[in-house]
């Protein structure tokens, strides 16, 4: 008979929180000992921001219906697209990571030992979107520096981050996916590139209703244009419409074939 003083066994979800913690910290270890990759990503959206800013800024002004001389209104329409390109560019450092642990055999390793199977996972996807969310907070810091400004509310700051966040969540369960199946951090880093990708070929720089009219399907009805759109309404109180649960169902549909797909990967016997 047990003494009523003795220790609770822990539970299954103790334990998943303990070894996720541990795995979450191993990663954020990595990052920053290894802050080049993470840096060189974070460098991308930042020097799009001041080229399309200073470079293109009163071309594409003039293109929006700002006016050449007022830069301003491109700043606005800019940055909160610049925001979700820098979500993606962070994606590539964690197909990468993932890639690394799968072909250098510590996932292997990892499958012997005592731990929460789904440990190893849930620790490289929140490492990755908090490092997306500190990208986001550095790359908006550069807009406001050079004049982003937004009316928005209290309510409506929290359901951006929220938004960003969802984002951030989604797309990376797809870039683990991605470096899990990948033989190599270089062919990791080469299926990652579409995340990169899709936001030039978005409402991100210009208007849908100002590109060409075949490419118009192709820039509206991918992920990252309805999320710019509700980030736009969101920070400058412009019209969302149906963008808004649009971009959740996109998040959500991601978020699960990224989860199904890792875990099915993960769960693999090892040949």
């Keep these: 008979m047990s003494s009523p003083l003795a220790p609770a066994r822990p539970t299954q979800l103790s334990l998943a929180v303990r070894d996720s913690s541990t795995m979450l910290r191993r990663n ?3 990052a920053r000992r290894y802050p080049s990759l993470t840096l060189n990503l974070l460098l991308t959206p930042i020097v799009l921001l001041l080229l399309f800013v200073y470079v293109f800024g009163d071309v594409m002004s003039a293109g929006i219906g700002g006016g050449g001389a007022d830069r301003s209104n491109y ?28 072909t250098e055999g510590i ?15 849930i620790g490289h996807v929140i490492g990755s979107v908090l490092q997306s969310v500190i990208s986001v907070v550095l790359v908006g810091a550069v807009g406001v520096a050079i004049g982003f400004r937004s009316d928005a509310s209290a ?12 984002f ?6 797809i870039a683990v996916g991605m470096g899990m199946v990948s033989p190599s951090a270089e062919a990791a880093s080469n299926n990652a590139l579409p995340l990169v ?14 590109m060409p009219g075949w490419f118009q399907p192709i820039a509206e009805y991918q ?49």
Excluded: Q
């Design 197 to 210: 990708f899709l936001p030039l070929i978005s409402s991100a720089f210009v208007p849908v209703d100002a």
């Design 75 to 102: 700043i606005a329409y800019l940055v909160p697209g610049i925001l979700l390109m820098t979500i993606g560019g962070t994606l590539v450092g964690t197909a990468v990571s993932v890639s690394i642990d799968m």
């Design 155 to 166: 309510l409506e700051w929290l359901a951006a981050f929220g938004l960003l966040t969802l």
């Design 223 to 271: 992920p990252f244009t309805p999320a710019i759109e509700t980030l736009r309404g969101l920070l400058l109180g412009t019209e969302i419409g149906n963008n808004w649960w649009i971009t959740i169902v996109w998040c959500l549909g991601l978020a699960a074939l990224g989860y199904r797909w890792s875990k099915a990967v993960f769960n693999r016997d090892p040949k």
């Design 28 to 30: 954020l270890l990595h």
């Design 168 to 173: 951030a969540l989604a797309f990376t369960w």
């Design 107 to 121: 996932i292997a390793r990892f499958r012997t030992l005592a731990i929460h199977r789904g440990s190893v996972l």
